[in-house]
């Protein structure tokens, strides 16, 4: 089994920053790739930015292009975004996913292990 848990997340006035952080444990893959997707209320999750475990970063979400940006560090089994000038858009509750592919997914359905989410709020 793989546990992610997220951690970061909290109330930031628009135009200010945050850093979500994913830590993994568990069981390890060869291959994999992680991802952040985000799912605001009624709305669809939908995928945010992903990397795999060569460190290849899957172009943004063209909603973050920009703004936000996906890292890892190998020796702490993490992975990080960034996310600066955000938006009131940008509220939403942000999960971290991993796949075990050599390549990333936009879609959700094919990421096998979730972590439990963290709320990001942007006031106006």
């Known amino acids: 089994q793989v546990q992610l848990v997220e951690s970061g997340g909290g109330l930031v006035q628009g135009g200010g920053s945050l850093r979500l952080s994913c830590a993994a444990s568990?069981?390890?893959?060869?291959?994999?790739?992680m991802a952040w997707f985000r799912q605001a209320p009624g709305k669809e999750r939908e995928f945010v930015a992903g990397v795999n475990w060569r460190g290849m970063i899957t172009p943004y979400a063209d909603s973050v292009k920009g703004r936000f940006t996906i890292s890892k560090d190998n020796a702490k089994n993490t992975v990080y975004l960034q996310m600066n000038s955000l938006k009131p858009d940008d509220t939403a509750v942000y999960y971290c996913a991993l796949r075990t592919s050599a390549t990333t997914s936009y879609d959700a359905t094919s990421y096998a292990y979730w972590g439990q989410g963290t709320q990001v709020t942007v006031s106006s």
């Open positions: 568990g069981r390890t893959f060869a291959w994999y790739t």
